[in-house]
């Protein structure tokens, strides 16, 4: 097969889940005999227009970008559509669902080549986009359920909500943990940060709105657990002023580590370091950065939004009300005073994470469906509609402060009523 992407930065991946999962699943695509072309922005790659190279057998094609906030994906994404129209591809696979705006456009020109959206997120729902942004992202949103040939989901969540919303099927294909490198045994960098080994919360991800920080930052600030500290690692996606508020927040707070934009060793360094992981999203798809830190056998605490929802339950980690400080707090207080019980829940989710989330199993599942595709003009799957919802009805947001092992909710009761 002669495969397109189109929507993605670039490769090697810099920052974000996307480009995490095109550089993990499409080399094994390659790997099976097929090509790949990646259409890049320029502005990412750093290199000239219509340029291209290799990452891992895929062909990466730098299209023209201009580095303006909310216009470039839109910009990139245009020309990749046009790009794949003049070429004879199998497949045109668009990730996120602003680029696919443009997927009327290979549907109109290119009768036989098959479209297939993955859809990561409800961008559009995400508070750094002004209200122009938001709505051609739901333009995207509804360009794909019209044109696209195949849609993919990463979670259950998202499976109901175009059910729900359009009466639109979709084939539910997760993401899954990336593969840290070896890291420093001494913890050298870790220690450069005036960091200590399982004594500090960590936040990984873009520092966005959307995704808390400042809430985590407000109730670590509050709570002030005695020998513990908070490091916020990611980078900057089109959020400079609210970084800028976060920074003035915690300027004279020692305990507050801002790490920036971490990669590779020290990226591994500071995930497996951490006493806990902490998500506080109001919106996510399903999140990278989670899966990582479960798979590394890391505690986790996170909002209890649906696609959270699915990766964590009483066994394996601790949900907090989303948007609920008060929640944030109590959560963290109960982790800080309970290592034991965090070290068996790190275990159950470790365990977890390495039976239900394969880059090989991801990958095999787009490959059927682009074969099924192929092969037919209606999309087809192999088990029953029904089946394929099943436990949806347990996905639903949850107003309990905690969660926690079944044999020490009793305590944790004590705990809340001091």
């Known amino acids: 097969m002669k495969i397109a992407v189109i929507g993605v930065k670039g490769l090697p991946p810099k920052q974000g889940g996307i480009e995490h999962y095109c550089a993990e699943v499409y080399p094994r695509v390659v790997a099976q005999g097929h090509s790949v072309d990646l259409f890049a922005r320029s502005s990412y790659t750093d290199c000239r227009w219509f340029e291209n190279y290799d990452f891992r057998g895929v062909r990466v094609i730098s299209l023209p970008s201009f580095d303006f906030r909310g216009i470039d994906a839109f910009i990139s994404s245009a020309f990749g559509a046009i790009a794949s129209s003049v070429s004879q591809y199998d497949i ?7 680029p696919s705006l443009f997927t009327w456009l290979p549907k109109l020109t290119l009768k036989q080549a098959k479209i297939v959206v993955t859809c990561q997120g409800l ?31 990463v979670s259950k969540d998202l499976q109901s909500y175009f059910l ?85 927040t915690v300027a004279n707070n020692r305990e507050i580590v801002f790490a920036g934009e971490l990669r590779g060793e020290r990226l591994a360094e500071i995930v497996r370091g951490a006493g ?53 707090v109590n959560c963290l207080h109960w982790a800080v005073n309970h290592p034991q019980e965090l070290a068996t829940m ?52 949850t107003s309990n402060a905690i969660i926690v092992q079944k044999p020490i909710i009793s305590e944790r009761a004590t705990v809340s009523e001091k």
């Open 92 to 98: 045109i696979h668009f990730h996120a669902l602003g």
């Open 123 to 153: 961008d559009w729902r995400r508070a750094k986009w002004g209200n122009f942004s938001s709505r051609l992202i739901l333009a995207g949103e509804k360009a794909a359920v019209r044109f696209a040939h195949g849609l993919i989901v």
């Open 164 to 248: 729900q919303t359009y009466g639109r099927q979709t084939v539910y294909i997760p993401n899954a943990a990336a593969h840290y490198p070896e890291s420093d045994p001494n913890f050298f960098y870790g220690t450069s940060l005036n960091l200590t080994q399982g004594r500090y919360i960590l936040f990984l991800g873009r520092l966005v709105p959307e995704k808390r920080p400042d809430l985590l930052i407000e109730a670590f600030c509050k709570l002030k657990p005695p020998g513990w500290k908070l490091v916020l690692a990611g980078g900057i996606s089109d959020t400079k002023s609210y970084v800028s508020q976060l920074l003035d």
């Open 276 to 328: 806990l992981f902490v998500l506080p999203s109001d919106v996510e798809g399903l999140p990278l950065a989670m899966l990582e830190a479960m798979r590394e056998g890391i505690s986790v605490m996170a909002s209890d939004i649906p696609p959270h929802q699915q990766l964590l339950n009483e066994r394996r980690g601790i949900l907090f009300q989303a948007g609920n400080l008060d929640s944030c």
């Open 346 to 397: 790190a275990s159950n989710a470790q365990k977890y994470v390495e039976l239900n989330y394969s880059w090989e199993q991801i990958t095999a599942e787009n490959l059927k469906l682009y074969r099924t595709l192929l092969n037919s003009s209606a999309i087809k799957t192999s088990e029953p509609h029904s089946m394929r919802m099943v436990g949806l009805s347990n996905l639903q947001p």
